[in-house]
């Protein structure tokens, strides 16, 4: 999927990036986790071609970033922001009808399936909802299911990459979770989800790996029970927390970092 080859990123004076490498997997739920400045976003943006490099290579699927053009682009990986504004008024299924456009099918086709994916992600009772007066919680399920649509050909999602600058930042705890459901069967499906959140207990639950960057160098990276540890964390950020693992299950995988 993304590969990231000792890249460098400089702005101005300062140094948003060092060296980094880093190999996204297919079929992977990737979590980058950090504190405020880390570089997280700076990483998260090398991926969308957004940043010049000063050193090294982002690659996608093997081929440059920079050699795809946008509509090959746009049918291979969609980006969901932390925060989306700016909406004209309009009709959530005619925001979503957008997604389509660049896909030869009939109008028919395109309801049908908008239909057909608002009933399964949840958000039906949204479709003839404005846009401008919908939650930031609501707003964000319609993102992703915008994103959703924007990559849809099949049902098998592989070859195809959601990238999520902290989606869940305006969700409640019941959004949270029905969001984070939607990525795992978007991963099922053999798609490909990196994914920025603040929440590190949350997305490391749904997370096949995570990256921590610190002071734009790659701290660490792996399994979460190759990474989530005390002295990773508190390296991270900056914090002296404890591992605090679920009583019925004493696993890693069910641990929780309290600071």
């Known amino acids: 999927m993304f590969s990231v080859e000792e890249i460098t990123i400089v702005a101005g004076r300062q140094q948003l990036l060092s060296e980094v ?23 998260f943006k090398s991926l969308l071609g957004e940043y010049p490099l000063k050193k090294g290579h982002v690659r996608f699927n093997g081929q440059a970033v920079s050699q795809y053009s946008l509509s090959q682009l746009s049918k291979m990986r969609a980006y969901i922001a932390q925060v989306k504004t700016g909406f004209f008024s309009m009709l959530v ?75 869940a930042s305006a969700l ?17 499906q053999g798609g490909t989800v990196i994914i ?26 792996g399994s979460r029970k190759a990474v989530f540890n005390k002295t990773i964390l508190d390296t991270c950020f900056e914090t002296n927390g404890q591992i605090i693992l679920n009583k019925a299950n004493d696993a890693v995988e069910n641990s929780i970092y309290q600071v």
């Open 93 to 167: 299924h005619e925001y979503l009808q957008l997604a389509r456009l660049q896909y030869p099918e009939s109008d028919k086709y395109s309801e049908n399936l908008i239909l057909t994916l608002a009933e399964q992600f949840q958000i039906a009772h949204l479709l003839m909802r404005d846009v401008t007066y919908l939650s930031g919680g609501e707003l964000q399920l319609i993102e992703f299911v915008r994103a959703y649509l924007q990559l849809y050909q099949s049902a098998n999602m592989q070859g195809k990459c959601l990238l999520l600058d902290e989606p």
């Open 196 to 221: 920025i959140d603040h929440n590190i207990n949350a997305v490391a639950n749904i997370a096949t790996n995570l990256v921590l960057i610190k002071d734009g160098k790659l701290l660490a990276e």
């Open 21 to 43: 490498t880093l190999q996204f997997e297919s079929k992977s739920i990737t979590a980058i986790l950090g504190a405020n400045g880390a570089g997280k976003s700076t990483l």
């Open 172 to 188: 409640d705890i019941k959004q949270t979770r029905l969001l984070y459901g939607h990525l795992k069967t978007f991963q099922q």
